[in-house]
C-alpha cells in the first residue's frame, strides 16, 4: 500500500461547481498534512496546512480526520484559474523533515 | 513568502556526460534542503535531504555516486548528476524548508533534464 493515496482524478467540473479531493495516508505517526497545487510543468505551491481542527481558506476548506487517516480539500465557486493538480503531503513522523507526496489529483475546471 | 531559485530552469545533454543544478534560498538561510525528482504524469519522489556542512541523506534506491549532492553554504545546495543517461530525463525540483522553522517546504521551479 502506498503511503499517501489519492482520488485518481481526473475531475473535470463546470465553473462555480464544488468540487472534494480525498487524500487518505498509511502511517499513523504522520505529522504534519498540506495541500500543495502544481500547475503543468511548474514546482508545487503550498495551498494550505491541515489542521485537526479543520481550516478554511476563502474557498478552500481542508480537513483531517486523525482516526481515520483522512485529509480533505474542498473547493467552494471553483474558477478556471483553479485547474490543477492538487497534491496531498503528508510529514510521515514527528522528526522527520521530508514530505511524502501523494500521487496528486488532476482538476480542470471548464467554462 | 521564502524564494528558492534554481539553474539552470532546463538543460539537454548527450548521454555521460555530467550536469549540475543549483539551488538558492534567495533571502533566507536554509540549513536543510530536499531534492525531488519527478516523471511525466508522476507525482514527486524524494531523492536525497541536504544538509548544510554534512553529508547528504539519499532515499532507498538513489545512487549517492550518481547523484551527488553539495550543501556548501546555508543558501545553496547544488546535485550533480554524473554520467547521465537518458533514463535520467526528468524534472528536478528542490525545496527549502521556510525560514522561521516549521514544516512548509517552499519549492524551487525546477530543472527540466533532457539525456539525449
Known amino acids: 500500500r502506498k503511503e499517501v493515496e489519492q482520488d485518481p482524478g481526473p475531475f473535470n467540473v463546470p465553473e462555480g461547481a464544488t468540487v472534494a479531493f480525498n487524500c487518505t495516508y498509511s502511517?499513523?505517526?504522520?505529522?504534519?498534512f498540506f495541500w500543495y497545487r502544481q500547475d503543468c510543468r511548474k514546482e508545487p505551491k503550498l495551498l494550505m496546512s491541515?489542521?485537526?481542527s479543520g481550516n478554511e481558506d476563502g474557498r478552500f476548506t481542508a480537513q483531517l480526520n486523525r482516526a481515520s487517516q483522512y485529509i480533505s480539500l474542498l473547493i467552494r465557486d471553483s474558477k478556471l484559474s483553479d485547474s490543477a493538480t492538487y497534491l496531498c503531503?503528508?510529514?510521515?513522523?514527528?522528526?522527520?523533515?521530508?514530505?511524502?507526496f501523494g500521487p496528486g489529483t488532476r482538476l480542470s475546471v471548464l467554462p | 513568502g521564502a524564494v528558492v531559485s534554481q539553474h539552470p530552469s532546463w538543460v539537454i545533454c548527450k548521454s555521460g556526460t555530467s550536469v549540475k543544478i543549483e539551488c538558492r534560498s534567495l533571502d533566507f538561510q536554509a540549513t536543510t534542503m530536499f531534492w525531488y525528482r519527478q516523471f511525466p504524469k508522476q507525482s514527486l519522489m524524494l531523492m536525497a535531504t541536504?544538509?548544510?556542512?554534512?553529508?547528504?541523506?539519499?532515499e532507498q534506491g538513489v545512487e549517492k555516486d550518481k547523484f551527488l549532492i553539495n550543501h556548501a553554504s546555508l543558501t545553496l545546495s547544488t546535485l550533480t548528476v554524473t554520467s547521465a543517461h537518458p533514463e535520467d530525463s526528468s524534472f528536478y525540483i528542490c525545496?527549502?524548508?521556510?525560514?522561521?522553522?516549521?514544516?512548509?517546504?517552499?519549492f524551487g521551479p525546477g530543472t527540466r533534464l533532457l539525456v539525449l
Open positions: 502511517n499513523s505517526a504522520s505529522q504534519s
Open positions: 541536504s544538509n548544510e556542512g554534512s553529508k547528504a541523506t539519499y
Open positions: 503531503v503528508v510529514t510521515p513522523s514527528l522528526y522527520g523533515q521530508n514530505f511524502v
Open positions: 525545496s527549502a524548508r521556510g525560514p522561521y522553522g516549521g514544516e512548509t517546504q517552499y
Open positions: 491541515v489542521y485537526s
